[in-house]
């Protein structure tokens, strides 16, 4: 196979795997993503290495675990933070490698990992959302090209759609580029949204998913989740909506490139950061919907797909467990750049280029998933699921065969003591390995990270 020259890299916000029609959900309109998988390589057991925005990012830009890099938490950009502070400085980030082999690097949306009014570290440009909060899907905003404010009145879809097609169109390098998008339609507050695509949801008469499922064993709901989920089938059909924004976005974009006969020279990839409920379990929200923080599937599971016609070998759906540090190794391989941080950078991550092209002999994929949201931990298994709190009668442990809801805690079940304490003993190990003393979220000091409500609550558990 030869190197993918140009890759475009869709990094949505809080779009869940199971809201897309491609995952095998009927209800929501996404021919683009469709397309993608139907013409690519679909990743069926993909995750997020930490169910929340600015970790979940960091990992991907680093190929490193929260950790390794030090960001556990979202990043706020409200008075009490330095919106502009670079929490990535003393990493290699995936752009700066491409950098460094000769591409031409751009950002366009969401980037959420400081910076947020000045140039972003590893990229020639940059046209990021800015740090204004709250953020309304439609309406008159500052947004930042590199350090120059910008204001634009619209719908910030469509203003990240417009920015991507207007650098296609008008770029005047003759280098190969890395174009990251990121999208936010998909992020709270599950309002504002355009009313025909609202309106053609409504008109599905949706159902909020497993609406009597609450999740059990004394988790408390984060109050603090946005007040437009308070009518769940609305808030359901906004989301939706978001959803299709984004699609329309991706089908924009490949139309773009077929324009100007791109489309068989480019990788695209798309992603989120993380999953997300929309009712499932009692919850809307990620990790931090509830305290403890939780790893349920919805909050883990992202989409991946990965679309190189004649580049790769199509229409295949592969089940291996991945996450954002392998998806960091696969990209280089297929642009075909060199890892020259890779012996420091001590990555949990390894490429899967050989599955995205059934390479013989195929690799046997990796069976098993490790997350961690500060010093909440998980192993995962196509069949268990072990989650380690810092109160022990906290933890929680699941046969997803016979419970794929995670609703009856098996952590305490004599029967499955064996299966718990090799999990146990691996998630140790797994984290002994890639972690830094100072950055590890379990040992390490939990203030000293961003001061959210989730570190509040866990305050009283430092050892």
């Known amino acids: 196979m030869s190197n993918c020259p140009n890759v475009v890299l869709f990094l949505s916000d809080d779009h869940a795997a199971w809201a897309c029609g491609c995952y095998g959900n009927p209800d929501v309109h996404t021919p683009s993503l469709d397309y993608l998988a139907d013409n690519g390589v679909q990743m069926l057991n993909a995750f997020t290495p930490t169910p929340v925005c600015s970790p979940a990012r960091a990992c991907l830009m680093t190929g490193r675990l929260a950790s390794q890099h030090g960001v556990h938490d979202y990043i706020g950009t409200t008075d009490s933070f330095d919106v502009d502070y670079n929490w990535m400085q003393h990493e290699t980030l995936l752009p700066q490698l491409f950098q460094q082999a000769g591409y031409e690097t751009i950002l366009i949306g969401k980037w959420h990992l400081g910076q947020e009014r000045t ?16 953020i309304r899907h439609q309406g008159r905003r500052t947004w930042y090209r590199n350090d120059e404010p910008v204001i634009k009145d619209g719908l910030i879809s469509s203003i990240i759609t417009e920015e991507a097609l207007d650098y296609l169109a008008h770029r005047t390098s003759e280098k190969p580029f890395l174009l990251v998008i990121g999208h936010y339609a998909t ?31 004394g988790m408390l709901v984060n109050e ?65 919907a509830t305290f403890p923080l939780n790893m349920v599937e919805q909050s883990i599971r992202i989409p991946l797909i990965f679309h190189a016609p004649n580049r790769l070998l199509s229409k295949q759906q592969r089940t291996e467990f991945v996450d954002h540090t392998d998806v960091f190794a696969t990209i280089l391989e297929l642009a075909g750049i060199p890892d020259t941080e890779k012996k420091n950078r001590n990555s949990p991550g390894t490429s899967f280029c050989a599955l995205l092209n059934n390479t013989h002999p195929r690799p046997a994929g990796r069976q098993h998933q490790f997350c961690e949201y500060g010093p909440v931990r998980m192993m995962r298994t196509h069949r268990h699921k072990l989650m380690l709190f810092p109160r022990t009668e906290e933890n929680l442990f699941f ?47 939990l203030p000293q990270y961003n001061p959210h409500v989730a570190w509040d609550y866990y305050k009283e558990y430092q050892l």
């Not at 949204?193 to 053609?200: A, K, N, Q, S």
């Not at 769940?232 to 077929?258: F, K, M, N, P, W």
């Open 399 to 445: 046969d997803l065969a016979q419970d794929p809801l995670e609703q009856v805690n098996l952590y305490g079940n004599a029967e499955y003591q064996l299966i718990i304490d090799e999990m146990n003993q691996a998630i140790r190990a797994h984290f002994s390995t890639f972690s830094v003393e100072s950055n590890d979220g379990v040992k390490a000091s």
């Open 224 to 288: 603090a989740c946005d007040h437009t989920r308070e009518d769940a089938v609305e808030a359901l059909c906004q989301y939706y909506a978001g959803v299709t924004e984004i699609d329309t976005s991706v089908g924009a974009i490949l139309q773009e490139l077929r324009n100007q006969n791109l489309d068989e020279s480019t990788l695209v990839v798309y992603t989120s950061d993380h999953g997300l409920n929309c009712g499932q379990h009692g919850l809307w929200g990620k990790g931090n």
């Open 187 to 217: 992020h709270s507050p599950w309002s504002g949204h355009p009313r025909p695509l609202v309106e053609y949801y409504r008109k599905k008469h949706l159902e909020q998913p497993e609406p009597t499922t609450q999740y059990p064993f």
């Open 119 to 134: 140039a972003k570290q590893g990229f020639d440009q940059a046209f990021a959302i800015g740090p204004d909060y709250p």
